[in-house]
């Protein structure tokens, strides 16, 4: 499956952004999806994951309570809004997805084996 991530840009502190991943190629398949960040100098980590239905999420403790993660099937997209935004959540997001019929989220990047092209978020303070 090949992804396009989109919505970044830049925001003040305490704003708000909702990022897309778009799925083509093999949708009909079922795939568990996540999102991860990679911040200048640092290397890249988990933020949230959601399961091959939408069913189960997983968040990262920095984003427990701001971040939401969900997918719309018929449009075979992921979104993650991201609310009450700060200056370390700026990064470059990814989006990435694995086949899986199981019903498990993923939360390690050596998981996935498909990966979108990443956005950059940027929050002002």
């Known amino acids: 499956v090949q992804l396009q991530a989109s919505g970044g840009g830049l925001v003040q502190a305490g704003g708000s952004l909702r990022l897309s991943c778009a799925a083509s190629?093999?949708?009909?398949?079922?795939?568990?999806m996540g999102w991860f960040r990679q911040a200048p100098g640092k290397e890249r980590e988990f933020v949230a994951a959601?399961?091959?239905?939408?069913?189960?999420?997983y968040y990262a403790d920095f984003v427990k309570g701001r971040f939401s993660i969900s997918r719309d099937s018929a449009k075979n997209t992921m979104y993650l809004q991201m609310n009450s935004l700060k200056p370390e959540d700026t990064a470059v997001y990814y989006c990435?997805?694995?086949?899986?019929?199981?019903?498990?989220?993923?939360?390690?990047?050596?998981?996935?084996?498909?990966w979108g092209q990443g956005t950059l978020v940027t929050v002002s303070s």
């Open positions: 990435a997805a694995v086949l899986d019929y199981s019903g498990h989220l993923f939360l390690r990047d050596s998981e996935y084996d498909s």
């Open positions: 190629g093999r949708t009909r398949s079922t795939y568990a």
């Open positions: 959601t399961n091959r239905n939408g069913g189960s999420t």
